[in-house]
């Protein structure tokens, strides 16, 4: 994962460079994709085939892409924060996920242009560039910071950041730069990587309902504070 992400990264950091150049198409309301988003998913499959030549994989672009071990497969979101991206702002990561037999087993979120790289192996722990990392010991609800987007924002009278990224910010919390996340109608490439970090990391994320691909409600914190923003959250 980690040498494919450091081979997708040097056409994302080329491409950050001359984002006004961009071919730019809009997939719905909210969502974009560049020739980028093509190209790096290209490249994570092209790369994680050679060393796994029978998984599968489920993506943000080509969907599900089934080869002999459907039982295995990688879980990937080429740019997790395209708007970010086509924008010039400097907030967005690669996300991979390894899924066995329905349970995750390794988590990569890389951000190419701060060179940060979060990554996770199931009961092995969460690293953060090969420094051991946990979700924040913070108590106090009016202590923390949590990650959103501005679809939530108006819901909740916690302090929050809408960053444009949720992998980023299970990133994040999974490093206790934020205390917790929570968002809706969120698709699994979008959080897989993350929900594994976080849980490595001492943190806690709801069931938000096993094999589900999209409309996924995410909530994650620190165990500390969980049910105190589950509580605050309410209907959201």
Partial sequence: MIKACEKASKVIIRDFGEVENLQVAKKGPRDFVTK???RVEEILIGELTKYKKNY???TEESGKIENNDNDK???IDPIDGTTNFLHG??????SIALEIDGELK???IHDPIKNEMFFADKNNGAYFNNQRIRVS???LLEDCLFGTNIFGIKSTNLNVRCLGSAALDLAYVSSGRLDGFFQNSLNVWDVAAGRLIVEEAGGKVNNFGEGKISNINLRASSSNIFTKMMENLGNF
Avoid at 89 to 94: E, L, S
């Fill in 36 to 38: 980028t988003d093509k």
């Fill in 56 to 58: 599968s994989f489920l």
């Fill in 73 to 75: 497969k990688w879980i």
């Fill in 89 to 94: 702002i400097p907030h967005f990561a690669i």
């Fill in 106 to 108: 390794s988590a990569l």
């Fill in 137 to 139: 010991k913070k108590n």
